[in-house]
């Protein structure tokens, strides 16, 4: 079993930057592959990012540029910086881990956190 646990969400305004924090539990990290995904109100849960152990990174087209995620093995940890936000950038953020096959898919993640809001005034 892998814990895990989201922080760091808020509401901000446009051109805003946030960090967003995920810290796990149960496994050892440093091996695990790891996920975000955000969801907005009235959409499907979608790929924002994503790291391998090896620290390889994936990103959307529609962060790409704008969002880094980033891990700390020494403190179990996954990061998304999140810069130049927009309106379009709110939803609930969600932390994934162990993916079984693609990175980019919602339906490979075997764990999830319990999401933090994350919401842009324009």
């Known amino acids: 079993q892998v814990q895990l646990v989201e922080s760091g969400g808020g509401l901000v305004q446009a051109g805003d930057s946030l960090r967003l924090s995920c810290a796990t539990s149960?496994?050892?990290?440093?091996?695990?592959?790891m996920g975000w995904f955000r969801q907005a109100p009235g959409k499907e849960r979608e790929f924002v990012a994503a790291?391998?152990?090896?620290?390889?990174?994936y990103y959307a087209d529609s962060v790409k540029g704008r969002f880094t995620i980033s891990r700390d093995n020494a403190k179990n940890t996954v990061y998304l910086q999140m810069n130049s936000l927009n309106s379009e950038d709110t939803a609930v953020y969600y932390c994934?881990?162990?993916?079984?096959?693609?990175?980019?898919?919602?339906?490979?993640?075997?764990?999830w956190g319990q999401g933090t809001q994350v919401t842009v005034s324009s």
């Open positions: 790291v391998r152990w090896s620290d390889v990174t």
């Open positions: 149960g496994r050892t990290f440093s091996r695990l592959d």
């Open positions: 994934a881990a162990e993916p079984r096959g693609s990175m980019i898919m919602r339906s490979s993640y075997n764990y």
